[in-house]
């Protein structure tokens, strides 16, 4: 590989992390070619992008990126494939069902995470990450806690007949 396709992969890399909140690095290496593919289709399947990286290059595109990466860059060794993603837990709950289909309990192995601006350094940090609540649906939980006082109001003013004597007894019930 020469210079001028190390500093294009670099910058095609820097673009990407610009662009991808959610970035996981992970070992897929000793897959055959038949898992490796049914890997990468159950990532396009699911949104995520896959792509296998040199870490050298790698660790120069996450410091042009702008991005906070110190951390994840130290787990850059050996083989490396990095995972890009839109919702913090999706490559997280790839990697645990393509493990459980696979009956491989080892790989793929996250060796690290930067997800919702923080760092998760190791595969023990899997469950963790699963259980990352998206921007969505932590935006429904707080919807869905405002909306309970009002609905347990208008159930009152409707249980009540519509009738101020009605209203009166129903709130005097539930005090």
Known sequence: MNTQQKVQIV????????????VYLADIGGFNAE???????????NGIIVE????????????KSGKDFSELMT??????????AETANAPARLIKDFRKKTQNQEKPLLKGAYAQECT?????QLDTLINIKSRLELIGDIIGLLQSPAKNVLSALQSGG???AGLVK???ERA
């Open 11 to 22: 910058e095609s890399l820097t673009k990407l992390l610009q662009q991808y909140d959610v």
């Open 52 to 63: 296998v990286v040199k870490n050298t290059l790698l660790i120069k595109a996450m410091e």
């Open 162 to 164: 519509n009738t101020i």
């Open 75 to 84: 787990v850059a060794k050996g083989e490396t494939s990095i995972l890009l």
């Open 170 to 172: 129903t709130l005097t």
């Open 35 to 45: 898992k490796t593919s049914d890997f990468r289709r159950e990532c396009f399947k």
């Open 120 to 124: 998760y350094l190791g595969n023990e």
